[in-house]
C-alpha cells in the first residue's frame, strides 16, 4: 500500500502585498505542493497579504513590531507565535524585518527567504535599481535558507530574467516577480517532499549541493 505523506506544515509571515504568499496558495489548492498553510502572520495590519489568506480560510495574527521595545523582545513573541503552529517551515514571503541571530538560529533548516537580486548580489534594499545602475545585463530573484546574515543564508533556487534596455526599477520588479511566483512555491514543495535541506550550511537538492 502507498504511504501517503502528510502535509508539511507551513507558516509564512508577511509585511505588505502577499503576492509570493498567493502563488504558494496556489499551488497547494491545486494540489501540486503538499503543503498544509497553519498561519499568515503580519508584523503590519491592513495589509493586502492579510485579506488574501482570509479568503482563502486561513488563519492570520498580527504582530506589530512597534508595540515592542526592542527587537529582542518582538522576535521573541514572534516565535513564540509561531511555534503556536508547530511548523516544519516557516517561510518570509516579503517580510521586511532584519532578525535576531537568536530567532534564525531557533528555525535553522527550515526557515525560507525569498529575496529580489541573484544572490550574493544585491543584499538588503532597492536591489533592481541597484542592477540598472551597476549596468547589469541580467537579475533575477533567489529562494534561500535563512541564518544569521541578511539575506546571507545558502541559496536553494534562483530565476534569472533579462534587463532591458531603459528599464524603470519598477518595470524590472515586475518581470522578476513573475519568475518569484515560479520558484518559491517550488521551493516549498520541495521541502514538504523532503527534496531539500540544510546540511553543514549548505544547501542539497535531491542530495546535491547547489551551486551558484
Ligand atoms: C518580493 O519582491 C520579495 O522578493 C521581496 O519583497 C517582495 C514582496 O512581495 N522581499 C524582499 O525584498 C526581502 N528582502 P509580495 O508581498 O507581493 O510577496
Given amino acids: 500500500m502507498t504511504q501517503v505523506k502528510a502535509p508539511a506544515r507551513v507558516v509564512v509571515l508577511i509585511s505588505g502585498s502577499g503576492s509570493n504568499l498567493q502563488a504558494i496558495i496556489d499551488q497547494q489548492e491545486a494540489g501540486t505542493i503538499n503543503i498544509e498553510i497553519c498561519a499568515v502572520i503580519s508584523n503590519k495590519?491592513?495589509?493586502k497579504g492579510l485579506a488574501r489568506a482570509?479568503?482563502?480560510g486561513i488563519s492570520t495574527r498580527i504582530l506589530n513590531h512597534k508595540q515592542f521595545d526592542s527587537r529582542e523582545s518582538f522576535d521573541k513573541a514572534l516565535r513564540e507565535t509561531i511555534d503556536e503552529?508547530?511548523?516544519d517551515l516557516v517561510v518570509l514571503a516579503g517580510f521586511m524585518r532584519i532578525l535576531t541571530p537568536e530567532f534564525t538560529k531557533h528555525y535553522l533548516g527550515r526557515m525560507f527567504n525569498i529575496h529580489p537580486s541573484l544572490l550574493p548580489k544585491y543584499q538588503?534594499?532597492?536591489?533592481?535599481?541597484?542592477?540598472i545602475d551597476a549596468g547589469d545585463k541580467e537579475h533575477g530573484v533567489t529562494v534561500h535558507f535563512v541564518t544569521a546574515e541578511l539575506d546571507g543564508g545558502p541559496n536553494i533556487i534562483q530565476a534569472r530574467v533579462p534587463v532591458m534596455e531603459g528599464d524603470t526599477a519598477e518595470e524590472l520588479a515586475a518581470r522578476v516577480l513573475v519568475q518569484e511566483h515560479k520558484i518559491y512555491p517550488q521551493a516549498v514543495g520541495w521541502f514538504a517532499d523532503g527534496r531539500v535541506k540544510m546540511v553543514d550550511g549548505k544547501a542539497l537538492v535531491d542530495g546535491n549541493p547547489v551551486t551558484f
Fill in 45 to 47: 495590519d491592513g495589509v
Fill in 54 to 56: 482570509h479568503n482563502h
Fill in 85 to 87: 503552529y508547530t511548523p
Fill in 124 to 131: 538588503g534594499l532597492h536591489t533592481h535599481q541597484r542592477a
